[in-house]
């Protein structure tokens, strides 16, 4: 018999309260940079199983939260800005019974009860970010200058 897959992706913004973020000042070769991480999310779902009419269902939504960190750097008193979304992935896995299009809202509440997890992705990534702002903003310059 088939199994029925339905795929989905969507960025959850629901799911990722505005309060989820990291914001660093910055000092660097006589100016002043604001720094803001926050999550970018994206969601996939995928139905596996069947239903079968009156046969009971194996139906199950396995689903994975992919958690990257979008970086954004903004001179003072600017209002243009370098924004990157970086490499370090943080994935949070998931499943539960019946197919992923009837329990989207119960996957969506999950996601939001994830949210000291996110937080604490947010946080060390930018912790361990420093070193390339500088060079980003070094770069920036740089390309501004020519």
Do not use: F
Not at 32 to 43: E, G, I, L
Not at 73 to 98: C, E, K, W, Y
């Amino acid at each position: 018999m088939p199994v029925s897959a339905l795929v989905l992706t969507a960025a959850l913004a629901a799911a990722t309260p505005a309060s989820v973020s990291h914001e660093v000042a910055v000092q660097h070769r006589d100016a002043a940079y604001q720094v803001s991480y926050r999550p970018h999310v994206r969601t996939e779902m995928k139905t596996v199983g069947m239903s079968a009419g009156t046969r009971p269902s194996t139906e199950r939504c396995r689903w994975e939260m992919i958690v990257q960190v979008e970086r954004q750097i903004r001179r003072q008193g600017d209002t243009a800005s370098v924004d990157r979304l970086l490499p370090d992935a943080h994935v949070i896995r998931g499943d539960r019974p019946g197919s992923c299009t009837i329990g989207r809202d119960a996957i969506e509440a999950a996601h939001v009860a994830q949210r000291d997890k996110l937080q604490a992705h947010v946080t060390r990534v930018a912790s361990a970010d420093h070193p390339n702002v500088l060079a980003d903003i070094d770069s920036a310059r740089a390309l501004a200058s020519n």
